[in-house]
């Protein structure tokens, strides 16, 4: 009995289990096959069955009659499908009057219900024209005049031609026929005659397809039926040209890239491409960002670089984009900046990007931030990220203008100090004892901190540039070319001061001459001396 009971209710579990686990049926989804080989009496329809809806089909078909809602029940015509498998079934359509409108529509059922799909009007032959036939159709040659895109109008992809044997020169109707598997697409025929022998069927195409994949369209014509298939694609690209590339900056070892980009020319594209990034190899360390975007015709691909060039010599991209694979290379020069150059984040940070700002006024050049800084300032208020270092006038950039730098009361003899730290508290009011005025004296200087090409500016350069600005302020400076932030300075005491000053390479006696945007007692901000053991930023000028 005990055994009896235990078979009884793990029979029980098991229905439940069974009951619970199946999946309840929902209406089938279908659509109506467009009706094509079109005659006085007869038509060709059919039923695209594209899901059962987890139950089982028990019958499907069409139905026909004068006005779009006929149904099983009440219509003019019925033809049955056999088969209730997933895919396209061609159903024929019989017994109707020449010259007359008829409506046609899929239906299918399962343990939900009844679906059926949407009314497609079409016209039977008059009685006076010929019905012409042909011995075969190639659907397997047809062709495109271009690719199908998905989610994409392509007003190229107009046509696609079917070419035939054997006509005999009689009539055939127009058809409109919808694309199954990828849907969206309509193939229309205008009505004409065959050729007699060999001749082409030309179907204009409209809509949009509405995903990737295998889009198809079966045509039943002049006794003859066939399926035309075409791929869709998400995007398409003929051709990609990486040695096209267009680069107008300079890229450096060990100095970031920022706000840099390059253009690359590509043929035949159409469609929406996604954000990608490309790693460099050979000089690593950058990376080539692709934004998304939608591409139409030829053009040119815009790539964004980023990162720090680890080494000097050839920075390579593999590309790969839309099925197009080629490899990028743009030249990595040397460092610029001079042997023994202290970065204040350590051997692993960036020197201080190299890019230009020009003032239309002046003509000149100059680099677009402090030496130091690893942003352009963007606003009046203080940003350290943007301030850059503290050099003290004509030192080396050896360690001693990094903002934490350890103080020393020690005065050097040599135009190099013997260490990195910086000097306070000097009765000379500098550094350097004996002073040395040709420490910053132009691109050759011996302690020139800025990288080749660079030098820091004279009284003369600096003035000339304050002259366009709109104020001699911190609003002047922040709105200016060179956008002058707000980067306070190190006194000559080792304290921070509220003073925020450029340096120039321009001496004033025992003194330096530095631009000053801060007002003090009676005196306004610009260009005045200060003692040469002061920490005021520094920005390079182009030679």
């Known amino acids: 009995m005990k055994n009896v009971n235990a078979l009884f209710l793990f029979s029980v579990l098991t229905l439940l289990l069974f009951t619970e686990c199946k999946r309840e049926a929902t209406l089938p989804k279908i659509s109506t096959i467009s009706p094509s080989n079109i005659t006085t009496t007869t038509a060709q329809g059919g039923i695209y069955i594209e899901d059962n809806g987890h139950g089982t089909i028990e019958t499907s078909g069409i139905v026909w009659g004068f006005t779009e809602n006929s149904t099983i029940e009440t219509n003019l015509g019925i033809a049955h499908n056999t088969a209730h498998t997933i895919g396209v079934h061609l159903l024929s359509l019989a017994n109707l009057e020449s010259d007359t409108s008829y409506f046609v529509r899929a239906f299918a059922t399962n343990e939900a219900g009844i679906t059926y799909g949407r009314s497609k009007e079409f016209s039977t032959l008059s ?134 980009f390059l253009e690359i020319n590509y043929r035949v594209a159409i469609g929406t491409i996604e954000s990608a990034s490309f790693p460099s190899f050979g000089a690593v360390g950058m990376v080539a960002h692709l934004e998304p975007d939608t591409l139409y015709g030829d053009g040119k691909l815009k790539l964004r670089l980023s990162g720090r060039p680890t080494s000097f010599g050839k920075a390579q ?114 550094w350097r004892n004996p002073q040395n005025d040709q420490l910053w004296d132009g691109i050759t200087a011996p302690n020139n901190p800025c990288p080749t090409g660079y030098r820091i500016p004279t009284e003369a350069e600096l003035t000339a540039e304050i002259n366009t600005w709109s104020s001699i302020s911190f609003n002047g400076a922040n709105n200016s070319v060179l956008k002058i932030p707000n980067s306070l300075s190190r006194s000559r005491f080792g304290s921070i001061s509220l003073f925020t000053s450029v340096w120039t390479s321009t001496t004033n006696g025992t003194r330096a001459v530095r631009l000053d945007l801060i007002s003090s007692f009676s005196t306004p901000p610009g260009m005045r001396d200060a003692p040469r053991d002061w920490g005021f930023s520094a920005r390079c000028i182009k030679d």
């Open 127 to 260: 009685s006076k024209e010929n019905t012409g036939t042909i011995d075969t159709l190639l659907c397997h040659q047809a062709m495109t005049n271009a690719y199908l895109i998905k989610g994409f109008n392509n007003p190229w992809a107009t046509t696609f031609t079917v070419p035939y044997t054997g006509g005999d020169g009689g009539a055939f109707a127009q058809q409109k026929i919808e694309s199954t598997g990828v849907l969206g697409l309509v193939a229309e025929l205008e009505p004409g005659n065959f050729r007699t022998g060999v001749g082409n069927l030309v179907f204009k195409i409209t809509g949009i397809p509405q995903d990737t994949g295998l889009l198809q369209f079966p045509i039943s014509i002049g006794g003859q039926s066939c399926t035309v298939t075409f791929t869709v694609f998400g995007a398409f690209m003929e051709n990609l040209d990486c040695n096209s590339a267009v680069f107008t900056s300079t890229l450096y070892e060990e100095v970031s890239v920022e706000g840099v």
């Open 317 to 430: 991209f593999n590309l790969s984009i839309l099925g197009n694979n080629c490899v990028l290379e743009i030249d990595v020069l040397e460092n610029p900046y001079p042997t023994g150059y202290h970065r204040c984040g350590g051997t692993s940070s960036s020197y201080t990007a190299i890019i230009d700002v020009v003032n239309p006024v002046t003509g000149r050049s100059w680099m677009d931030r402090n030496l130091g800084a690893s942003q352009v300032n963007s606003s009046s208020a203080h940003d350290i990220n943007s301030a850059g270092s503290w050099f003290q006038w004509g030192r080396f950039a050896d360690g001693h203008q990094c903002r934490t730098t350890s103080l020393t009361t020690i005065t050097s003899m040599f135009d190099r100090p013997q260490n990195g730290q910086f000097i306070v508290n000097s009765p000379t009011e500098d």
